[in-house]
């Protein structure tokens, strides 16, 4: 079981959370003109390491809030936990 | 090579089985091969079979970073299909039915390939109209198919939950006779023992640090027991395909995860087909052992950890009990996880590369071990030829890139989103 520690709730249990996948990604500036290799790079490819991942999860039986969440995808540790729209340095 | 046979097998006896020759060599890695296939598992011992039997490629070797077989191929629940929809997907899965049918004799090793069938059960009316179009797109394809309503369905598994007050009743279900399952592991040796015993070096132990890339060409790879120089590089690494990805600068449509089965106590024989759930996602079999092999859900994030979390497990198994509820009185006896080199449209990769002499088998998701016969054959075929066969024409890097998707189900790695 993951103990995931939202940012709005407090430490609780993975059931209550549904994952979002990679939170590096960034949609592509749509004031300019946008390549397939961008859109490539926004909707499919990913780099999808070991070890340290930064990630989105949602609060869905919570707070309902999106949270990032920076997680080993080797061990499954959870390192440290920012709301949505926080920078992560 | 030394040949099994019953009469070997008896021969041996006299001598306590004490002197069989070794199934594979432990040989030293070569300055220079024509092919170096990256990963030994059974895509990978399958391509070089494929490489020496139909291409006559000898000059091969198999790098693997811990022992062959260890991966995947010893991981899955051994079920063996080919009730796809799409053309690309079903035409490939038959072709590798034919080729499923002949191995044991092909590799003189037993691989008990056992067509029991597999019946997908429909829980709606809706579900059942869907199950009709697959059936009869399979059938266009040469795919044996039988649409069963409950009656019969309940004939062959009667200790599927029949109640009428059930959340999700079964209505009836999309059977393909001719699937089944096989002994996972036999099927990993059976091809190691012939592609060795036809000059393909077995390299284990021997992890992959790097690439040697000039001019747009692939030179060689660099390993943790020294370089080794190669004309042509097949990588064939399921759920570290990312990582060797990186060392080539490249990012693909590719996402580890995590999907974990189980085993129960060994009953008596209880289940003769392979049946799964129609409404969520459960399949479930019973080994030769009497063991009952379950699984279903990936654990739902990205993960390199080979070991699951019990949320899923549990999940997974509600279902099963929803299903079959005598399944809830069996005792576990083991789980286990594999990572899944889950594509973004569910469908694999079998393709060249922008890297001349570079080619890529990734993307298997979670139907990774009956595709192997199929991936080998068709994966030693783009290799040696330097082309993609009709058969793997689909399976194309840049579809991502132009849109021609294969969307069996149109889940890619988000899988539980249905």
Known sequence: MLYIN??????????????????????PELNKEVSDQEWDNFVYNRKSLRGKHLELWQHISGCRQWIKVERDTGTHEIFRTFKADEEVA | MQKYSIFNLVKKAFSNHENWDLAWKDPTPKEEYDVVIIGGGGHGLATAYYLAKEHNITNVAIIEKGWIGGGNVGRNTTIIRSNYMHDENSLFSEFGMDLWRKM??????????????????AHSDAQMNAYARRGNSMRLNGIDAVLLN????????????????????????????????????????????????????????????????????????????????????????????????????????????????CVSEPVKPVLDNVVTFGAGHFYVSQSDKGEMVMGGDLDGYNSYAQRGNLPTLQHVLTEGIAMMPFLSKLKMLRTWGGIMDMSMDGSPIIDKTHIGGLYLNCGWCYGGFKATPASGWTFAHTIAQDRVH????????????????????????KTWIS
Not at chain 2, 104 to 121: A, K, T, W
């Open chain 2, 390 to 413: 009709e058969l793997n024409a689909g399976y194309s890097l840049n579809r991502f890139n132009t849109g021609h998707l294969i969307d069996e189900k149109g889940l890619g790695t």
């Open chain 2, 150 to 261: 409950r009656e019969q369905v309940k004939e062959i598994i009667p200790m599927a939950d029949f109640s009428e007050n059930v959340r999700f009743p079964i209505f009836g279900g999309l059977m393909q006779p001719s699937a089944g399952t096989a002994r996972h592991d036999a099927v990993a040796w059976g091809y190691a023992r012939q592609a060795d015993s036809m000059g393909v070096d077995i390299i284990q132990n021997c992890e992959v640090i790097g690439f040697d890339v000039s001019a747009g060409k692939i030179k060689g790879i660099r390993t943790s027991r020294g370089n080794i120089k190669a004309k042509k590089v097949g990588i064939c690494v399921a759920g570290s395909t990312n990582i060797l990805a990186e060392k080539l600068n490249m990012t693909l449509p590719i996402e580890t995860h995590l999907l974990q089965a």
């Open chain 1, 6 to 27: 939202c940012p709005h709730c407090g430490m609780r249990s993975q059931n209550e959370f549904s994952y979002g996948g990679d939170a590096s990604v960034k949609r």
């Open chain 2, 104 to 121: 044991s004799q092909d590799l003189n090793y037993n691989v008990m390939f056992s067509p029991r069938g597999i019946i997908n059960l």
